[in-house]
């Protein structure tokens, strides 16, 4: 009988010790046995969700702490990552998703999921889970703060292009106003002065921010095939051919119709102003699971490294006349507007390759 009370204290003495450690660690951890019922929780995670163990007695846990997705969906017990790993005795992380709390309002986490087992065997799934509330603030103030300097970068480029013009236009009024002579020189160069402040204006409207009717399903194929028809005549000026490689002829994507064709336009007509002398454009179009890539690919002059980390910037421009405004517009409606990515190879003396990949369903989220 003493021998049996020893073992009982030290077991007792043991998962004291156990729960003082969970205790005393910052992050939420609760455990579940294979039937979901939930067989320790830490401090850490009562104080972030307001429910003691004893909650769970008669609440399924699902219910009370993930019963929503961020998006404001009802989330099925049978869709829940955390029930996915206990039946399949996995591990993962999620990095953005939200619990409940019992007061009714929810919060930001991120949480890992690592099986339970006991000697080799799997008995449950162990989650520990943060609160991302703060880091989410400070994502979000950092960002804010990039679009601040941004705005200043891109105001201060705007500022300059638009002034040298209207110096321009400026000091031909005055010529024209002191002489009393019209020439129809004059008039030309003002027109191209006007012309120049209404492209960047034009450029800069792209930004706008669309709208979900904007969206609609389209066929990338037929898309850039209309582009290559538009661009021919530019490529035939320059002895240039351009040669379309696609997997399928079948390419459907939710998008921007003339957003993503300007994108095209943009990119196929940077290659053909690269290219110097004859040469070939290649356009492939394959799709990748639930993504498309579409690769320009040139035989021009190559950029170096350091000049292709400052395509983009407002103003920072390659061409004699550019205003380095097209290449920041076509990341702008790839990234910020079809969470697609874009990506530049290029070597010198051996040409550059775009790499356009979007979403299968690109819509504004």
């Known amino acids: 009988m003493g021998i049996q009370n020893d073992i009982q204290n030290e077991l007792e003495k043991a998962n004291h010790i156990n729960q003082l450690i969970l205790d005393s ?83 930001p986490v991120e949480y890992t999921v690592k099986p339970m087992l ?10 520990t889970f943060r609160d991302v509330t703060e880091r989410k603030k400070t994502e979000q103030l950092l960002q804010e703060w990039e679009q601040l300097a941004f705005l200043a970068q891109m105001s201060a480029g705007i500022a300059h292009e638009i002034r040298n013009p209207l110096t321009s236009l400026k000091g031909f009024m005055q010529l024209i106003k002191s002489n009393k002579q019209w020439n129809e020189h004059y008039f030309d160069i003002m027109d191209m002065e006007f012309n120049r402040i209404e492209s960047i204006i034009k450029e800069l409207l792209t930004f706008s921010k669309p709208q979900l009717s904007d969206y609609k399903e389209v066929n990338i194929k037929e898309l850039l095939d209309q582009v290559i028809v538009l661009m021919q005549p530019q490529a035939i000026m320059k002895n240039i051919t351009i040669e379309s490689l696609y997997e399928s002829p079948f390419y459907r994507m939710e998008c921007i119709e003339h957003q993503v064709k300007q994108v095209f336009i943009n990119i196929v007509k940077n290659a053909i102003e690269a290219m ?55 990341n702008n409606i790839i990234k910020n507007q079809h ?27």
């Open 276 to 330: 110097h002398k004859s040469g070939k454009i290649t356009i492939g179009l394959r799709k990748d699971q639930e993504e498309y890539e579409i690769t320009v690919t040139d035989e021009g002059p190559g950029m170096t490294q350091e000049t292709i980390d400052r395509l983009g910037e407002p103003f920072f421009t390659t061409k004699k006349e550019g205003t380095g405004l097209g290449l920041m517009v076509t």
């Open 25 to 107: 660690v910052a992050e939420g951890i609760y455990g579940i046995d294979l039937q979901a019922n939930v067989v320790f929780w830490n401090k850490a995670a009562e104080n972030l969700t307001g429910y003691l163990i004893t909650d769970f007695a008669y609440s399924n846990l699902h219910d009370l702490i993930h019963h929503t997705n961020k998006d404001g969906q009802h989330v099925p017990l049978t869709d829940c990552p955390v029930f996915h790993a206990l039946t399949n005795g996995e591990s993962m992380f999620i990095e953005d998703d939200i619990f409940w709390h019992k007061n009714g309002t929810s919060f």
């Open 339 to 365: 969470q697609g990515s874009l990506q530049i190879k290029s070597e010198v003396n051996k040409g550059t390759q775009f790499i356009i990949r979007f979403p299968e369903k690109a819509c504004l989220r």
């Open 118 to 127: 006991e000697k080799g065997k799997h008995v449950g799934t162990v989650i």
